[in-house]
């Protein structure tokens, strides 16, 4: 199966390193803007081969996977479009569907079969530096086929996601947008405004240096590719600005539980730490 990863990133690099864990199977090629990058890849052992003409690089493809900032993936359909042999299978591992999902069903030519791609796996830090062969293993990896996509096409995507050891699950566009503007895309957002709160006030000086672990492990999430939760922010906007919504009112039931009774305030916590206990079980 010949496979060609476009951007070699954490998450690019990661895909290469993974899938070479299965010998024979996958021969990848590799694309990055910069040779060095590309280099390194080999080097490292997430691709077989570093190509830095784009539509070489995807000249003989089964498995196209563009794994660069959403923003950047119509500009990756446009140049490839001609370049795609029939029967190929184009995907992306971008954190948000339906505007990814537009761009392919407009540029990408007939006879190619789109299956969008998310990994919910990550890091704070980028770069092919960060790669690694395990990142993906027990994750949840959504797919999300086009209108014209063929079950020959699902599942061998559906393979690959295993030979990466995650878990896929098939959902459409709309859904898995909306749904992870609740569970990823709002978790930034906090977390940059939980950091710019402390930051940004007068006591910022003497109280950093009493922050520990607790306001770490909150603000986590700030230190993330600012280019790629750009991107997320642009193409999902509404349904983020929707749980901004559903986050402010329940932040304003925890402001008015303040006045309530000391009864009333520890029922609410004990609520909320037996739903996330629940969750965590499963």
Excluded at 75 to 83: D, K, L, N, R
Excluded at 100 to 118: N, Q
Excluded at 129 to 153: H, I, K, N, R
Excluded at 227 to 246: E, F, P
Aim: glycine share 8%; aromatic share 6%; net charge positive.
């Amino acid at each position: 199966m010949r496979v060609c990863i476009i951007g070699l990133g954490l998450i690019g690099g990661s895909l290469g390193m993974a899938l070479k864990r299965t010998p024979g199977k996958y021969k990848i090629a590799g694309y990055a803007r910069r040779s060095i990058t590309g280099y390194q890849a080999v080097k490292m052992g997430a691709i077989d081969t570093f190509e830095g003409d784009l539509e070489l690089a995807v000249r003989d493809a089964n498995i196209v996977i563009a794994a660069t900032p959403i923003l950047a993936v119509r500009e990756v359909f446009q140049t490839i479009a001609g370049s795609l042999k029939k029967g190929c299978i184009v995907s992306d591992v971008g954190s948000t569907k339906r505007q990814i999902a537009s761009w392919a069903k407009s540029l990408l030519p007939r006879g190619t079969e789109f299956v969008g791609g998310h990994p919910m796996a990550g890091k704070e830090k980028a770069g092919i530096d960060y790669a690694e062969a395990g990142l993906f293993e027990g994750c949840t990896y959504c797919l999300v086929p086009g209108p014209a996509a063929s079950q020959s096409a699902v599942l061998t995507m559906r393979e690959m996601v295993e030979d990466l050891r995650a878990k896929p699950v098939l959902m459409e566009a709309e859904e898995h947008d909306r749904l992870v503007a609740a569970i990823s895309h709002l978790p930034f957002m906090v977390s940059c405004a939980l950091f710019s709160s402390a930051w940004e006030s007068d006591d910022w000086k003497k109280a950093k240096a009493l922050a520990s672990s607790g306001f770490r492990d909150t603000t986590r999430l700030a230190s993330g590719d600012p280019t790629m939760y750009r991107d997320i922010c642009l193409t999902n906007r509404k349904n983020i600005k929707a749980r901004l919504k559903a986050f402010s009112a329940s932040l304003k039931k925890l402001e008015d539980r303040l006045n309530d009774e000391d009864e009333d305030l520890l029922k609410a916590f004990h609520s909320v730490r037996k739903g996330r206990d629940e969750w965590l079980a499963e």
